[in-house]
């Protein structure tokens, strides 16, 4: 108990705050230390930033260090807020505040700061670490600060989080390459933790990547250029089916669930005559909220209650059996006027041609049958 009690009277001299949080994914508790100033009854606190700098935290404000003077000893702090003018002095140890200058009219305090901001650099760290998903961890975080009705209100929601930790998440792997040419695939990037090969076949100039093991050539995922044309996808085909002879698998899948990209469906069914093609039912409906956006309609369709469900009940006719789409599309079209008009024209002409009905309708469509082939786009 003697060393129990000398640790906690350095933590308090020191002024060093320690956070536990429950690593589910490496089934263990980690330790987080965060060092404080005092100040009378302010706290001059300080969080790791993105790019790995210590922001002050100052009465519910945070500050970006911009200059030392070592001339008068003292270190000048901005606020973080932008269009704030608003400065701090501190000492040069940043353990006292020698003055601030004003903020703008519009520059919130926010008890919280240091809290929040605590917060988005724990993110940080856990997905430089943790090789689980993004959201995964995100979700472990917050339900882990949610025990907690002091904290749970003020942890940083998924939009503030997001860019920052796909950002620290990204910086664990080397940089793309300027040119596909130049790229280098590693031994671990083309081979499963078990050792199984799963590059399957690249082209001479990196064009064509395909990534599959020998059993999971009954459940394939293309990733393409989204500037492929038909000869690239029938090359794609042609090698899967040598690859397949090689392995002695039989390539005959019941279903192909893809785009609407027009150089893929030809090619499919070309090579493929006896299987059905299915539209993803996804990209249908960004297709359809990209019109959306194009008619500038999304000023109107956030707030407008009667637009959002009209627009929703269009893409929901995919639900529909065949037969009955187009009745159901003049049931909805009746009334409409201005943009959300324009926007039906749209629909009937780029989705409700008689042969375009069956690509998008997932009526009574089965959910991940181990016969279909996922075929999705890369920028």
């Keep these: 108990m003697e060393g129990v009690a000398v640790a906690k009277n350095y933590l308090h001299q020191y002024n060093i705050t320690i956070t536990v949080y429950w690593n589910a994914g490496k089934m263990q508790y980690i330790m987080c230390f965060y060092r404080t100033a005092t100040e009378g009854n302010d706290k001059i606190q300080f969080v790791s930033t993105q790019r790995n700098q210590q922001n002050l935290v100052y009465r519910g404000q945070c500050y970006t260090l911009k200059r030392i003077n070592r001339n008068d000893k003292s270190r000048c702090y901005y ?68 025990t907690s009705l002091d904290t749970a209100a003020y942890f940083p929601s998924w939009d503030q989080a997001r860019n920052t930790m796909y950002y620290s998440r990204d910086k664990r792997y080397p940089r793309l390459p300027a040119r596909r040419q130049d790229l280098r695939l590693t ?101 359809v909220l990209r019109q959306v956006g194009r008619l500038d309609l999304r000023t109107d369709y956030i707030p407008n209650q009667e637009i959002r469900k009209k627009v929703k009940m269009l893409m929901a006719l995919a639900f529909l059996p065949v037969n009955l789409v187009p009745s159901g599309f003049e049931i909805l079209n009746v009334g409409t006027s201005g943009q959300v008009e324009a926007l039906f024209q749209y629909y009937q002409r780029e989705w409700l041609p008689t042969t375009k009905i069956p690509l998008w309708n997932v009526h009574g469509v089965a959910l991940g049958p181990t016969t279909i082939w996922k075929v999705g786009t890369a920028a």
């Design 79 to 146: 606020c973080g807020m932008r269009g704030c003018h608003g400065k701090l002095y501190t000492n040069l140890d940043a353990t006292q505040v020698i003055r601030t200058c004003d903020h703008a009219n519009g520059c919130r305090v926010d008890p919280h700061t240091f809290y929040h901001h605590q917060q988005l650099g724990e993110l940080r760290r856990l997905v430089s670490e943790d090789p689980r998903l993004v959201m995964e961890i995100y979700n472990e975080l917050k339900s882990n600060a949610s």
């Design 187 to 287: 031994a671990e990037q083309t081979t499963t933790k078990s050792g199984a090969q799963f590059l399957m076949y690249h082209s001479p100039t990196n064009d064509i990547l395909i990534f599959v093991t020998g059993a999971g050539m009954g459940r394939l995922r293309l990733s393409h250029p989204g500037t492929s044309n038909l000869p690239t996808y029938s090359r794609i085909i042609e090698v899967l089916h040598s690859k397949a002879e090689e392995l002695g698998v039989q390539l005959d899948p019941a279903k192909f669930v893809c785009d609407f990209e027009t150089a893929l469906m030809p090619a499919i069914q070309g090579n493929f005559p006896n299987t059905r093609v299915q539209g993803c039912f996804f990209h249908f409906c960004q297709a």
